[in-house]
């Protein structure tokens, strides 16, 4: 048997015949950028993340950039985050020449822990006012504690930018009812790459946002910052997104939340039958159902090596997300962070695995990973 750790055919087979007469469409309307789809998908996108706007762009990354253009980071701010996550969330801080600054995250569900980031403002009091973002990551599909996170942020006036690239849908219990990530900060970070649980065929992107007027800067950054076109009163860049992209993402979009419920079944299968004393399974901190499982994690404390060894010569997809957290990477050795500075981000650098966990894997094919898993600690 072999599993892959995503199938994106197994995806296409399904959705084939809606999706290559859109293509189409795209072709023989000779319009490429931006468009009537793009309109369609940011006002669909806004509308399934319970915001006002959706503004579409290149990729996750220059949503994530373009949201900190539009907060007008400059060189020397300080923005929040924490050590762990994809290189984007840090690298478009840096981009700026703004500077990084990591809060480490909680072991259970690899998120930024809301306890770190009080103790970093309150012993960090003559940096606090310099700090002109935070970024919390809804890493691997759930969301961070956002209810403790916007205390401290609110409390202190700094504005919060999702990176809600892994996290599409998913949801958040929050004192004032059930949120949509994305929904929560001023602005929200999207991602369409196609590994994302929405995916386009291509790279894509989205930022969303209730602040009519952050939307209107964010639609003139996205192109050049022209507004009116070819007068510039700040300079922006080309971050549009492509009609193609929109057409595709139309046609997924309708059918997401049942492969979110897929990914929800599997991820429980997994829960019940994957029963092996060292492995800590994936912490579920809300409910399974909010939880859009972009990755399926476990944490193996002995052996990792050995087992991803042993899940590859087995045919079994696995990925580690991610390997090195940020302050030991050696871009940011300026920023002069140590090996031991985040614990929690070490450990699980160290000890991550993700498993197959796309919404069409079969029960046959989760009983084969969990067999040879078992097998390899037996
Ligand atoms: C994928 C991802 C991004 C970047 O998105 P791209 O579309 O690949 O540029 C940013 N942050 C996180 C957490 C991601 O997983």
New binding site residues.
């Given amino acids: 048997m072999k599993v892959p750790l995503l199938d994106l055919k197994a995806q296409l087979d399904t959705i084939r015949d809606e999706v290559k007469p859109a293509v189409d469409e795209v072709i023989e309307s000779t319009k490429y950028i931006m468009g009537p789809r793009v309109a369609e998908l940011e006002e669909k996108i806004a509308d399934y993340c319970g915001t006002s706007f959706g503004i579409g762009v290149?990729?996750?990354?220059?949503?994530?950039l373009i949201s900190l253009m539009a907060l007008n980071i400059q060189p020397d701010n300080l923005v929040i985050t924490t050590p762990y996550?994809?290189?984007?969330?840090a690298g478009v801080i840096a981009r700026l020449r703004a500077v990084p600054v990591f809060v480490d995250i909680d072991p259970d569900t690899y998120n930024m822990d809301p306890v770190k980031l009080k103790k970093w403002v309150r012993e960090n009091k003559d940096k606090v006012d310099k700090v002109r973002a935070i970024i919390p990551?809804?890493?691997y599909g759930q969301c961070a504690d956002m209810d403790s996170i916007l205390k401290i942020t609110n409390e202190y006036s700094i504005p919060l930018v999702e990176?809600?690239?892994?996290?599409i849908g998913s949801r958040y219990p929050s004192f004032k009812g059930i949120k949509k990530a994305g929904s929560m900060g001023v602005l929200g970070?999207f991602?369409?790459?196609p590994?994302?649980n929405l995916g386009g065929i291509g790279?894509?992107?989205m930022v969303v946002t209730n602040d009519e007027k952050l939307s209107q800067i964010l639609i003139n950054l996205r192109n050049h910052g022209s507004h009116p076109k070819y007068y510039h009163s700040m300079i922006g860049g080309n971050f549009r997104l492509d009609s193609v992209q929109a057409a595709v993402l139309l046609i997924k979009l309708k059918y997401l939340d049942d492969w979110h419920n897929s990914r929800q079944k599997n991820a429980k299968y997994y829960d019940e039958n994957l029963n092996v004393e060292v492995i800590k399974n994936p912490f579920i901190a809300y409910k399974r159902e909010y939880h859009i499982y972009?990755q399926y994690v476990i944490s193996v404390p002995e052996k990792r090596a050995e087992l991803r060894t042993f899940l590859k010569e087995n045919n079994i997809g696995h990925e580690v997300?991610y390997p090195v957290p940020f302050h030991e990477q050696e871009c940011f050795r300026y920023l002069g962070y140590r090996e031991g500075d985040f614990p929690n981000s070490e450990q699980a650098a160290q000890r991550t695995i993700a498993l197959p966990i796309y919404p069409e894997l079969t029960t046959e094919m989760q009983d084969y990973v969990i067999e040879k898993i078992e097998e390899f600690y037996r």
């Fill in positions: 290149s990729s996750g990354t220059d949503a994530l996550s994809f290189f984007a969330t990551v809804h890493l990176d809600a690239a892994q996290a970070c991602s369409f790459f590994s994302k790279d894509g992107g972009n997300y």
